[in-house]
């Protein structure tokens, strides 16, 4: 070994450390630090004006258990699991489409796909409160039909309705960029052996693309499952999801601790998900 050699190792260690410095300690101070704060405390009480008291205690995980919430989580699964069926089914075609395009046009439908988030969130839920509230473009149209008007804000569809019109560019890009690297020549080989479309579709398009499914699924699912405006806007408060409750139980019930198990549980489900996204894409590109 040269001189220069352990100057250069150094040289090159200090590189490293210069331009993964900055990316480190955000981590650190803005996801590390508070997921560790929120992990410590889950086992402590609640004071009796609220915060924290810090006695060791396990009630905050068998509460979880209790029927009041469970209905509040599995209500909040069902309503996230329908929005990401239906930003599949409606993110699938979208994104085969956009990937058959001309070079050209794929940037205008990209931009086209993102445009609704140059517009504030809030101004968006909003405008779902004008288009379905009883004298909305919605119920007038019903009325000019002769069907009468229909009770459409305030129910689960609406919530529905602005999860889904929040999220869905959200599974259409990774939908989007799963199709767009496949080889053609698999869909025209499987053409050439006699495959139909919708052969070629199940067989060769479908599981090639499977980890742009299931990211844009972890994608969709999880923001909705932990999202509280939608639901307190255009659910009117009726209906809780975990979103909202974590949130009153930091902000009006002031109790941390329950809270902080709560967040863990949506922290935890986002793991496995994520772990279950890797897994499936791995397979899929071994039998790629």
């Known amino acids: 070994m040269t001189a220069r050699q352990p100057a250069r190792v150094?040289?090159?260690?200090?590189?490293?450390?210069?331009?993964?410095?900055?990316?480190?300690?955000?981590?650190?101070?803005?996801?590390?630090?508070?997921?560790?704060?929120v992990l410590s405390y889950t086992v402590f009480r609640r004071g009796r004006f609220g915060g924290v008291v810090y006695e060791p205690t396990g009630e905050n995980f068998t509460r979880l258990a209790d029927p009041l919430y469970l209905d509040v989580v599995i209500g909040s699964v069902r309503l996230a699991a329908i929005t990401t069926l239906l930003a599949l089914l409606l993110g699938y075609p979208t994104a085969y489409m956009i990937a058959r395009l001309?070079?050209?046009?794929?940037?205008?439908?990209?931009?086209a796909v993102v445009l609704p988030f140059w517009t504030n969130f809030l101004i968006r839920t909003y405008a779902w409160i004008v288009l379905l509230n009883s004298e909305g473009p919605?119920?007038?149209?019903?009325?000019?039909?002769?069907?009468?008007?229909?009770?459409?804000?305030?129910?689960?569809?609406?919530?529905?309705?602005?999860?889904?019109?929040?999220?869905?560019?959200?599974?259409?890009?990774?939908?989007y960029s799963a199709v767009e690297r496949l080889d053609p020549q698999l869909r025209e080989a499987?053409?050439?052996?006699?495959?139909?479309?919708?052969?070629?579709?199940?067989?060769?398009?479908?599981?090639l693309s499977l980890p742009g499914v299931l990211t844009g699924c972890v994608f969709v699912f999880v923001p909705s499952l932990g999202n509280f405006v939608i639901p307190e806007l255009l659910g009117g408060g009726r209906r809780i999801m975990v979103g909202n409750l974590i949130r009153d139980?930091?902000?009006?019930?002031?109790?941390?601790?329950?809270?902080?198990?709560?967040?863990?549980?949506?922290?935890?489900?986002?793991?496995?998900?994520?772990?279950?996204?890797a897994w499936a894409a791995r397979r899929a590109g071994r039998g790629a």
């Open 10 to 37: 150094v040289g090159k260690a200090a590189g490293r450390l210069a331009t993964m410095g900055p990316g480190f300690g955000y981590l650190t101070v803005f996801l590390l630090v508070p997921l560790a704060l």
């Open 249 to 277: 139980q930091f902000l009006k019930a002031r109790d941390w601790p329950f809270g902080s198990v709560l967040a863990l549980a949506v922290i935890a489900v986002l793991v496995l998900l994520l772990f279950a996204q």
């Open 102 to 111: 001309p070079a050209r046009w794929k940037v205008v439908a990209l931009v």
């Open 190 to 207: 499987s053409a050439n052996l006699g495959a139909r479309p919708a052969r070629t579709f199940w067989s060769v398009t479908l599981p």
């Open 138 to 175: 919605v119920n007038s149209g019903l009325k000019a039909l002769g069907l009468g008007t229909v009770d459409l804000l305030y129910t689960d569809g609406a919530i529905v309705a602005g999860l889904l019109y929040a999220y869905l560019p959200l599974m259409i890009l990774p939908l």
